[in-house]
Each structure stands twice: as C-alpha cells, then as structure tokens.
C-alpha cells in the first residue's frame, strides 16, 4: 500500500465521525521504483492532504518532506521528488491501519489493506 | 516495457475460491477495448474496479491506457480476501501496478476518493440468486445478485455516484435479467446518461455493457422516461431498446460521443 492511498483510505466503522487519518504501525517498508511523473503529482497534489501525508512519511521511515507545502511548493524540481517518494514509492508490506477515534486495526498483509469490517460494526 | 495490449489469459493467476475470467469479463474488456479511443483522449486521472476478481479487467484497463507511466493511477477492491491477492499475482504477472483493497464495494475509500474517479469498472455480481446467498464467503460474493440480481448493483449505485468525478464514466456489466431499462432510469434520476457499449449472447445469458457519464440534462428528463417505463411494464428488453431510442438522452449521448 502506498501513501497515495492511505490518504485516500478513512475508518469505515459505524458511529465514527473522524475516522482520518489512519494512524500506520510498520512492520515492514517496501521501496519501489516509479517513473517520476511531474504532472501527476501536480494534478493529485491538490486532492493530498498534506498533514497526513507527511505524518505517515515519517512514521515509515522517510524524513525529507517540509513540514508545510502549498502549491507554489510544486515548481520546486526537489520538492517534486520528494512528494513523489513519500507518495508513490514508499510502500507498507506489513503492518496496521488504526481507527484514530476507535483504535481499531485495520491489517495490512503483502501491501493490501484489509476494511472489511465484523457484523456489529456495520 | 508493455508487451500486451490486454491481459493474456496464461498470465492470470488463479484460486479455487476466484471467479475465472469468463464470458462477462471478455465482454467488458470488449467494451473497454472499443471505447479504447475515447479512454485515451479522457486521460483518467483514477481508475478504481469495484470487484476485481482474478484482476483480468484491471490488469486489461491497465495495459490498454499504458500503465501509470500515462499518469493514471489504479485502485482495484474485491470483498473476497483470495481475489485481491490473486489480482496482485495477476498484475505482477502483466508487469503493471495497482492499489488494491480488500473491502466490501469501496468501504473505507468513500470519503477520501469522493468525486476523484475518472474511470470506474464494474463485473458486479449480477446472477439471480436468494437473497440469503449474497455477500457469502469466497466465490459465491462473485456472482450471487440476489433477487433479480439486483442486491449488490443497487448498493453500487449510489457509491459510484459519490465517488465518480465531473467527467467520470462508469462501465459496468448487466444482465437482462437486472433490469438494465430501470438501472438506466435509476442512474437517469441521478443525472447521468447512459448508452450501451457492447451487448452479447451467450448460451447461458444475454450480457449489456453500460457506459454512464454525468449529463446535467438527464435529470430533467427523468421524469419523462419514467413515464414510459410504466406504459411498457412488463414487455422485456427489446421495449428498452425502443424506449431508449424515444428519449432524447439517449440521442444527447450519441451526439457527444460517449
């Protein structure tokens, strides 16, 4: 699972109201080669929720994103291929997904995120 | 490197408890294929399958729009914990990438992803089954639909409309069996427009690929054709057919190319 899309995933359990951002425990990080795509990052950079972003970065392990990015941010080639590593190329193998209201684990095995949820949390 | 244009079917993983690429998934791929061009030219920022299987039609949007090197970027989900690894195995296999998601529908990614989708794909299961069967363990959650096949497709509805962006489309796999008349109208009340991609028999079922684009005039005119579908109640598909050429967004669709 990469950070693009642990910033697109939120706790799905009934009642919680602020179910973003899942906090990340690692068990492993994966790094994989992607082709660096400038217009990509500048189309998704928008759509990011920075903060949350830069937080799970450091908790896997990758210390190089600002503390604060706005969209002047992208004409800046370095800051580009810093985006691009915490966004695409950094991935969670191993490790959980946690409910910041519920605590609830959410695990994630061989990179895939497991949502699914038990009966009485539907 | 992408040497293939669609997924190979030597190249799809497999489990016992993964629905096989079949005549549903040929045909969407089919759908995906002679809309190739469009695909293109719509440059789909996120792609997301809902119900991804064995990854044949993820890998095939995949490949056919040239990988995330053309800037998309694909996220696949499938309730079945086997059918998401097995995708995972297929996608390495065609050398291209997507995230994938083991949750029912798109649990989890409603949110966050809400009006980001510029493509959305969708084999749902669509078999007439009891109600009882529907959201099993393993393969039965690949195909039982449910009474009129109906159960999964009406709860997707709703979530490929929060989730589809501006320009989003959605090509999803129908039975004649599901009504696709009244999924048309349903959509229609949603404001989309909708046209047939790609429609096929099989010995055992009569399959429709349905394409669905926002059009602000649809929802005007949902009222009109909910009309007609009242009068023609009961009288099967063939009278869709010719209620859909009645109406104007039908004709709006074809005009703009969709």
């Not at chain 2, 920022?45 to 044949?56: F, K, N, T, V």
């Not at chain 2, 995330?68 to 291209?96: M, Q, R």
């Not at chain 2, 047939?196 to 690929?209: D, G």
């Amino acid at each position: 699972m990469r950070l693009l899309t642990h910033n697109m995933l939120s706790s799905n359990i009934k009642g919680v109201t602020n179910g973003f951002p899942l906090r990340i425990e690692v068990e492993k990080v994966v790094e994989k080669q992607v082709d660096f795509n400038p217009n990509f990052l500048k189309n998704m950079f928008s759509k990011i929720d920075y903060k949350a972003l830069l937080e799970a970065s450091r908790i896997m392990g990758y210390a190089e994103l600002p503390d604060h990015a706005d969209p002047s941010s992208l004409e800046s080639d370095d800051f580009l291929r810093r985006f691009h590593h915490a966004l695409l190329q950094l991935h969670l193998e191993e490790g959980s997904l946690v409910c910041p209201e519920t605590g609830r684990k959410f695990p994630v095995n061989k990179g895939i995120p497991n949502m699914l949820l038990h009966e009485d949390e539907v | 490197m992408m040497p293939y244009r669609i997924a190979q079917i030597r190249l799809v993983s497999s489990h016992p408890e993964v629905y096989e690429p079949c005549d549903d998934s040929f045909a969407l791929v089919d759908a995906l294929l002679a809309d190739r061009t469009n695909l293109l030219e719509h440059r789909p920022r996120i792609c997301l399958e809902i119900g991804c299987g064995s990854g044949y039609v993820i890998a095939s949007l995949a490949l056919l729009l040239g990988g995330e090197d053309s800037g998309s970027y694909f996220i696949a989900t499938d309730i079945n914990p086997h059918a998401v690894s097995v995708t995972s195995e297929t996608l390495n296999a065609h050398g291209v990438h997507a995230e994938l998601v083991n949750t029912d529908i798109a649990s989890g990614l409603e949110g966050r992803l809400m009006g980001l989708v510029d493509v959305m794909v969708v084999n749902p299961p669509y078999v007439p089954t009891p109600d009882e069967e529907v959201g099993c363990d393993g393969i039965t959650s690949a195909w039982a639909g449910g009474e009129n096949g109906r159960s999964v497709i009406d709860k997707i509805l709703p979530v490929a409309d929060k989730l589809l962006s501006d320009k989003g489309w959605l090509y999803m796999v129908t039975l004649t069996a599901n009504d696709p008349c009244d999924i048309c109208l349903d959509m229609k009340k949603k404001g989309y427009a909708a046209r047939i991609v790609l429609q096929r028999s099989t010995e055992e079922e009569s399959l429709h690929i349905i394409k669905f684009w926002r059009d602000p005039n649809s929802q005007l005119e949902a009222n009109d054709a909910k009309l007609l579908t009242k009068t023609d109640h009961g009288a099967g598909f063939g009278s869709f057919l010719s209620q859909l050429s009645q109406m104007s967004f039908w004709r709006s669709g074809n005009s703009t190319n969709n």
